[in-house]
């Protein structure tokens, strides 16, 4: 598998003015900004963080002053320039969440793009049919992307990368307000290359399970007590009584037929009677003979305006192989200058008979022969279809004079239809009309059952969804209990290289906190956001703590330089190797300790780039520095006005 | 049953594509990609009706209303627009490679995604040789080659985005 690397080649960025304050290059292995307190180190971290997509807004007044940044980056193996605008609002308040540009090519080619490269701009959010410059991030870095999730950004990413100097000591990720567990644990497990997908989804979806679960378990809890009768929810017992209702309906409905039955049969004459039924049948005949007319006039046409579309596409086609045809006569008098697959020149050849190109003996003639045939094959169909169009042109006319024919026979028998049923009388109003009454009253119970019924049904499927999601929940734990399982083999692993690079930070830090000197165990605890010894409650003073996150978060970044099936893109960038008032030497010694570290590793496979005001001498004057030694009066950002 | 597709037919793609570059003189540069759309409609001239159109081009919209209209035959319908854009697009490109290689166009130019003609004489020669095309096609070509000519191929109301035939959501 690929290592994943992330690399900072160049770093510009623009003022409102759009002079240019700040351009500098960087190179792989460790990079050193240095220069006075004040000066703009830590803005050039900011930049960093920002251009890479950080959610980022706090600029010092200088970098406020500026209006974008831009950054040439290398991802596994793929150079491309990034650049994203500094966007204030009318209150003056700085975007966390503009838009980045991308643009396929070095960061020299994208200030003078060639004509068919371009820039293409992707926003902050990702959604179903659009995607985000996060998205970009992690196809470039190999990174799997978190469905269904869209908090797992490259910001998210960032905060293990870039060690700033804002967040409390405490807080092992880039400090953020509003965080949760499981965004802490699905980026750590990404970056450490352990991150399962199908395992991330099964817990989320454990959760929703479990809610689902109580949230219906309520419900079971509240209809039954709603309902006092344990019949009243139960769907057999109501279907039946529904039944029983159906089959009177059913009885009344019969006894009703048969009263209107019986009053007809006294009523009608015999003769009226057979005359009625026969003059009905044959209206029924009739109709249906003047129906199947109007079904074949109606296909008919369809096959008529369907022919002539056909026709019509034929003729075009026609058309068009006349075109082609005469296209590659006109081409084959051409003489050929260059080559259509390289389009290099041609040199001339003598033979008329021989192919320009090949050299090879040819028959010019096949090809339009071909064409030719596709011709008049075509001119075959045409005619064809033409005979067709024709002989249904005829069949409709036919057809329709034969309709007009049949109607009038239709409305002949449907008067006598209608003179014959003049001799029927009327019946027993009275009995039927109280069959009806009762018939509705039934009716009326019917539909209050089937209200019951709804409410029933409900409830069974209610017992059935609990007993599925039951189900679900064991097979989402079981399957979450082996994965992990499996995963802690990894895990462990990783985390045995990274205890052991933090062990070694710490043993050697210069003797000012006894517990490192000391130290033979090293935590980190991505989901609860700390790193520790033994205890996760120990205290230390401010500097050590200060050390401590320092140690923990270069342990990560050194174990990815051991372990290659770490996603975590050998890319670090920090602010700051002192704080909290730690000493000169004690801060000198941790730069020490880790350029020692680094140079076992080929400086082409990471990037390390940090900003410090407690440079060695020997340090300052070697090729990891970056840009000058910034001061007051010579500061990181240049041209501000 | 109907065995052939224009298309899908190489010399029938450099036909259509002559008759669009007869309307440009030597010199004049084109991006591939905008004759390529315009092909699109030449080949399929219904087609033209599902190009969006703004509040302000109401007189784009009554000329292709009037001159160019909408078929109902059912064998000349397609679905999947995108789908048969990304389809004649090899033949697009060998014929541009083939037309290149008699001269027509600057090939230097063709590798930066550019078509520029360089001999306008032969165009006007090839042109000569055919019947006027029918007056529908003569007319999807003088809209294409007009106003679908002076509009950007990028952005929100570029020529990509109107008609939907290449992506133009991260156009910046």
Same mark, same amino acid.
């Given at each position: 598998?690929?290592?994943?690397?992330?690399?900072?080649?160049?770093?510009?960025?623009?003022?409102?003015?759009?002079?240019?304050?700040?351009?500098?290059?960087?190179?792989?292995?460790?990079?050193?900004?240095?220069?006075?307190?004040?000066?703009?180190?830590?803005?050039?971290?900011?930049?960093?963080?920002?251009?890479?997509?950080?959610?980022?807004?706090?600029?010092?007044?200088?970098?406020?002053?500026?209006?974008?940044?831009?950054?040439?980056?290398?991802?596994?193996?793929?150079?491309?320039?990034?650049?994203?605008?500094?966007?204030?609002?009318?209150?003056?308040?700085?975007?966390?969440?503009?838009?980045?540009?991308?643009?396929?090519?070095?960061?020299?080619?994208?200030?003078?793009?060639?004509?068919?490269?371009?820039?293409?701009?992707?926003?902050?959010?990702?959604?179903?049919?659009?995607?985000?410059?996060?998205?970009?991030?992690?196809?470039?870095?190999?990174?799997?992307?978190?469905?269904?999730?869209?908090?797992?950004?490259?910001?998210?990413?960032?905060?293990?990368?870039?060690?700033?100097?804002?967040?409390?000591?405490?807080?092992?990720?880039?400090?953020?307000?509003?965080?949760?567990?499981?965004?802490?644990?699905?980026?750590?497990?990404?970056?450490?290359?352990?991150?399962?997908?199908?395992?991330?989804?099964?817990?989320?979806?454990?959760?929703?399970?479990?809610?689902?679960?109580?949230?219906?378990?309520?419900?079971?809890?509240?209809?039954?007590?709603?309902?006092?009768?344990?019949?009243?929810?139960?769907?057999?017992?109501?279907?039946?009584?529904?039944?029983?209702?159906?089959?009177?309906?059913?009885?009344?409905?019969?006894?009703?037929?048969?009263?209107?039955?019986?009053?007809?049969?006294?009523?009608?004459?015999?003769?009226?009677?057979?005359?009625?039924?026969?003059?009905?049948?044959?209206?029924?005949?009739?109709?249906?003979?003047?129906?199947?007319?109007?079904?074949?006039?109606?296909?008919?046409?369809?096959?008529?305006?369907?022919?002539?579309?056909?026709?019509?596409?034929?003729?075009?086609?026609?058309?068009?192989?006349?075109?082609?045809?005469?296209?590659?006569?006109?081409?084959?008098?051409?003489?050929?200058?260059?080559?259509?697959?390289?389009?290099?020149?041609?040199?001339?050849?003598?033979?008329?008979?021989?192919?320009?190109?090949?050299?090879?003996?040819?028959?010019?003639?096949?090809?339009?022969?071909?064409?030719?045939?596709?011709?008049?094959?075509?001119?075959?169909?045409?005619?064809?279809?033409?005979?067709?169009?024709?002989?249904?042109?005829?069949?409709?006319?036919?057809?329709?004079?034969?309709?007009?024919?049949?109607?009038?026979?239709?409305?002949?028998?449907?008067?006598?239809?209608?003179?014959?049923?003049?001799?029927?009388?009327?019946?027993?109003?009275?009995?039927?009309?109280?069959?009806?009454?009762?018939?509705?009253?039934?009716?009326?119970?019917?539909?209050?059952?089937?209200?019951?019924?709804?409410?029933?049904?409900?409830?069974?499927?209610?017992?059935?969804?609990?007993?599925?999601?039951?189900?679900?929940?064991?097979?989402?734990?079981?399957?979450?209990?082996?994965?992990?399982?499996?995963?802690?083999?990894?895990?462990?692993?990783?985390?045995?290289?990274?205890?052991?690079?933090?062990?070694?930070?710490?043993?050697?830090?210069?003797?000012?906190?006894?517990?490192?000197?000391?130290?033979?165990?090293?935590?980190?605890?991505?989901?609860?956001?700390?790193?520790?010894?033994?205890?996760?409650?120990?205290?230390?003073?401010?500097?050590?703590?200060?050390?401590?996150?320092?140690?923990?978060?270069?342990?990560?970044?050194?174990?990815?330089?051991?372990?290659?099936?770490?996603?975590?893109?050998?890319?670090?960038?920090?602010?700051?190797?002192?704080?909290?008032?730690?000493?000169?030497?004690?801060?000198?010694?941790?730069?020490?300790?880790?350029?020692?570290?680094?140079?076992?590793?080929?400086?082409?496979?990471?990037?390390?780039?940090?900003?410090?005001?407690?440079?060695?001498?020997?340090?300052?004057?070697?090729?990891?520095?970056?840009?000058?030694?910034?001061?007051?009066?010579?500061?990181?950002?240049?041209?501000?006005? | 049953?109907?065995?052939?597709?224009?298309?899908?037919?190489?010399?029938?793609? !450099?036909?259509?594509?002559?008759?669009?570059?007869?309307? #440009?003189? @030597?010199?004049?540069? +084109?991006? $591939?990609?905008?004759?390529? &759309?315009?092909?699109?409609?030449?080949?399929?001239?219904?087609?033209?009706?599902?190009?969006?159109?703004?509040?302000?081009?109401?007189?784009?919209?009554?000329?292709?209303?009037?001159?160019?209209?909408?078929?109902?035959?059912?064998?000349?319908?397609?679905?999947?627009?995108?789908?048969?854009?990304?389809?004649?697009?090899?033949?697009?490109?060998?014929?541009?490679?083939? !037309?290149?290689?008699?001269?027509?166009?600057?090939?230097? #130019?063709? @590798?930066?995604?550019? +078509?520029? $003609?360089?001999?306008?004489? &032969?165009?006007?020669?090839?042109?000569?040789?055919?019947?006027?095309?029918?007056?529908?096609?003569?007319?999807?070509?003088?809209?294409?080659?007009?106003?679908?000519?002076?509009?950007?191929?990028?952005?929100?109301?570029?020529?990509?985005?109107?008609?939907?035939?290449?992506?133009?959501?991260?156009?910046?």
């Amino acid at each position: 598998m690929m290592r994943n690397n992330l690399f900072l080649n160049r770093l510009r960025i623009y003022t409102e003015n759009g002079e240019i304050a700040y351009d500098e290059k960087f190179h792989k292995g460790v990079n050193i900004i240095r220069g006075d307190n004040s000066s703009g180190k830590s803005t050039i971290t900011h930049f960093i963080f920002f251009v890479l997509g950080g959610a980022f807004n706090d600029f010092v007044p200088e970098a406020r002053l500026c209006s974008q940044a831009i950054a040439e980056v290398e991802m596994n193996g793929a150079t491309f320039t990034i650049k994203r605008d500094i966007i204030k609002d009318e209150k003056s308040n700085i975007s966390t969440q503009s838009p980045l540009y991308f643009f396929w090519g070095n960061m020299d080619e994208s200030f003078n793009p060639p004509v068919d490269k371009s820039w293409q701009k992707f926003g902050y959010k990702t959604t179903e049919n659009r995607k985000s410059f996060s998205n970009i991030m992690f196809d470039n870095l190999d990174l799997p992307i978190v469905k269904g999730d869209n908090n797992i950004t490259f910001h998210q990413i960032l905060r293990l990368l870039y060690i700033d100097q804002e967040s409390p000591t405490s807080s092992l990720f880039l400090y953020e307000h509003f965080d949760s567990q499981l965004t802490r644990e699905t980026v750590s497990d990404l970056l450490l290359g352990v991150y399962n997908e199908e395992l991330y989804e099964n817990k989320k979806r454990l959760i929703s399970a479990e809610k689902e679960f109580e949230s219906i378990k309520s419900e079971i809890k509240a209809t039954s007590h709603f309902f006092s009768d344990p019949l009243a929810l139960n769907p057999i017992h109501i279907n039946e009584a529904i039944e029983n209702r159906e089959i009177a309906i059913s009885e009344i409905q019969q006894e009703i037929v048969s009263i209107r039955n019986k009053d007809k049969e006294v009523n009608y004459e015999k003769d009226s009677e057979l005359s009625f039924q026969k003059l009905n049948q044959d209206a029924i005949l009739q109709r249906k003979i003047v129906a199947d007319i109007e079904n074949q006039i109606t296909y008919l046409n369809n096959e008529i305006e369907d022919s002539a579309f056909f026709i019509e596409t034929l003729d075009k086609k026609i058309i068009a192989l006349k075109n082609s045809i005469h296209t590659r006569e006109f081409l084959g008098n051409l003489p050929l200058e260059y080559c259509p697959e390289c389009l290099s020149k041609i040199k001339t050849n003598t033979e008329s008979s021989n192919c320009k190109l090949c050299k090879e003996p040819i028959d010019e003639s096949f090809g339009v022969v071909q064409a030719r045939r596709m011709e008049l094959e075509i001119g075959f169909q045409i005619n064809e279809s033409k005979k067709i169009l024709e002989i249904n042109k005829r069949n409709l006319l036919e057809l329709e004079s034969k309709h007009s024919s049949e109607i009038g026979k239709l409305h002949d028998i449907q008067k006598q239809v209608n003179s014959a049923l003049e001799d029927v009388k009327s019946f027993n109003e009275e009995a039927i009309d109280n069959l009806n009454n009762k018939k509705g009253f039934i009716e009326g119970e019917i539909l209050q059952f089937r209200t019951m019924l709804e409410n029933a049904e409900l409830y069974d499927r209610l017992l059935q969804k609990k007993n599925q999601l039951g189900k679900e929940v064991s097979y989402l734990k079981s399957y979450i209990f082996k994965t992990e399982k499996a995963q802690t083999l990894l895990k462990q692993t990783i985390n045995e290289k990274i205890k052991e690079e933090g062990i070694y930070l710490l043993n050697n830090d210069l003797e000012r906190q006894d517990e490192f000197k000391n130290a033979n165990d090293f935590f980190i605890d991505y989901s609860n956001n700390i790193a520790f010894l033994t205890s996760k409650f120990s205290k230390y003073s401010a500097s050590s703590n200060f050390y401590l996150k320092v140690a923990a978060r270069f342990s990560i970044f050194l174990a990815s330089l051991h372990i290659d099936e770490m996603r975590y893109p050998r890319f670090i960038f920090a602010d700051n190797m002192e704080d909290k008032g730690i000493e000169m030497i004690r801060a000198q010694n941790l730069q020490d300790l880790l350029i020692k570290r680094v140079n076992d590793f080929d400086g082409d496979n990471y990037q390390m780039i940090y900003t410090t005001s407690y440079i060695t001498e020997e340090l300052n004057k070697s090729i990891l520095v970056v840009g000058d030694y910034y001061t007051k009066e010579n500061p990181s950002l240049k041209n501000i006005k | 049953m109907i065995v052939y597709n224009q298309a899908l037919d190489l010399y029938h793609t !450099i036909f259509r594509l002559l008759h669009l570059l007869n309307k #440009f003189e @030597n010199k004049s540069v +084109i991006e $591939i990609e905008r004759i390529r &759309i315009w092909d699109f409609y030449l080949l399929f001239p219904s087609k033209i009706h599902e190009i969006k159109l703004k509040q302000g081009e109401s007189d784009i919209r009554k000329l292709r209303k009037q001159f160019i209209k909408d078929s109902k035959n059912p064998y000349e319908k397609i679905s999947e627009s995108r789908k048969i854009f990304e389809k004649i697009k090899p033949y697009q490109l060998a014929a541009f490679n083939c !037309i290149a290689s008699y001269g027509i166009i600057d090939k230097s #130019f063709l @590798n930066q995604q550019r +078509i520029s $003609i360089i001999n306008k004489e &032969i165009l006007i020669e090839f042109v000569k040789n055919f019947e006027d095309l029918p007056a529908k096609e003569k007319n999807v070509i003088a809209l294409m080659t007009s106003h679908f000519n002076q509009i950007s191929l990028f952005g929100t109301d570029g020529l990509k985005s109107r008609t939907n035939l290449l992506e133009s959501k991260y156009d910046a």
